[in-house]
């Protein structure tokens, strides 16, 4: 069995990658069957906003795990409600850590906020951290995910969240030093939020500023801790054995390498394997050729399983056993 698709350190988790249309989805149910059936728990979780997971096992899905056999959990994410779930978490945040600034009409700005860049990200982001931080309850969970560019940017975030938020804190350690140097001079400040009178806080563990950015350093701080460890998390790259696909792959090797996210397997699926000379095929049987054969020198570290066209659509899970099989078996 290919070990970096089991548990290691406590439970797996499992990326799978790739283009639209590739095969994410096929090969991520398939992953997601047959370890099942050797007995570890499995959830797989898609959080491609075009789902197809519940097509793949023929059966609806939402938003809760359903069992769909012994072992074996599935989802489908709904990134609307998240978005919004993300923007009101934001919202009460702020309200509650700047509630004398009530002169700033925070609905208008988190109206805006939604279509802003960026929070398709952060909530997919926030979405994957509930699902580890409750990780234990798996041995193996495999995020079925939307294609590659989006998912690129939300496994570069903790990365890079962790770089503002750092520098964040250093500006508040900076702001509150000063207020100390004034209360010093002329003793603690006050002022009013309706009839309470609040004193300004001039310690870091009672300024709520500064409390809120130490917590979601630490959120942060635990996605990039699991997401960066190999005995924990394995992407898993899709492609079919074509030209663009393959720069597509060979660009989210050199992202992964940059953030320090463990890239362990590359599937070449819907390879075609023809016997005879079929003429109208013969310029994608030569790509398909030269594709193969780059793959082979470019991607030394990482493992590649070739998987065939199949004359039906892989569905349902007899047919995603037998995938299945075939990709974690080595
Ligand atoms: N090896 C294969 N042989 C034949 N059809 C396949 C194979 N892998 C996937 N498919 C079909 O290709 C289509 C796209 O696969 P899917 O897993 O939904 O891709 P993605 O999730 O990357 O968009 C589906 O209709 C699927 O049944
Ligand atoms: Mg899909």
């Not at 499992?14 to 050797?38: D, H, M, N, Q, Y």
């Not at 938003?63 to 609307?80: G, H, R, V």
């Not at 929070?119 to 994957?128: D, G, H, N, Q």
């Amino acid at each position: 069995m290919r070990d970096y698709l089991l548990p290691g350190e406590g439970y797996r988790v499992l990326f799978v990658i790739g283009k639209g249309g590739v095969g994410k989805t096929t090969t991520s149910a398939s992953i997601a069957v047959a370890l099942a059936e050797r007995g570890y728990k499995t959830l797989i979780v898609s959080l491609d906003p075009a789902h197809n997971l519940g097509d793949v096992f023929m059966t609806k899905l939402d938003d809760k795990p359903k069992k769909l056999a012994d072992n074996l959990y599935a989802s489908e994410l709904d990134m609307e409600k998240l978005i919004k779930r993300y923007l009101k978490h934001l919202e009460e945040n702020l309200k509650h850590t700047y509630r004398y600034l009530t002169v700033i009409n925070l609905e208008k700005y988190f109206e805006v906020l939604s279509y802003s860049p960026g929070i398709e990200e952060y909530a997919t982001l926030e979405a994957i951290r509930d699902i580890l931080m409750e990780g234990n309850k798996w041995d193996v969970i495999i995020f079925d995910t939307p294609p590659t560019g989006l998912t690129l940017r939300v496994l570069a975030l903790p990365r890079i969240s962790l770089i503002w938020t750092d520098k964040l804190i250093e500006i508040r350690r900076k702001i509150l030093e000063k207020r100390a140097a004034i209360a010093n001079i002329q003793g603690p400040q006050r002022f009013r939020i309706g009839e309470e009178e609040v004193e300004l806080p001039i310690e870091e563990d009672k300024d709520e500023v500064m409390k809120e950015l130490r917590k979601y350093r630490s959120e942060v701080q635990f996605v990039e801790g699991v997401i960066t460890n190999p005995k924990k998390t394995s992407v898993v790259a899709v492609m079919n054995p074509e030209a663009l696909p393959l720069y597509e792959t060979l660009r989210a090797a050199e992202a992964l390498k940059k953030f320090k996210v463990p890239f362990r397997l590359i599937v070449v699926n819907k390879v075609l394997n023809v016997s005879g000379e079929i003429p109208e095929l013969k310029v994608k049987l030569d790509a398909q050729r030269r594709v193969l054969e780059q793959i082979e020198g470019e991607f030394q570290e990482v493992d590649v399983i070739k998987i065939p066209m199949f004359p039906e659509e892989p569905r349902g899970l007899d047919w995603l056993k037998r995938l299945g099989g075939m990709i974690v078996e080595s």
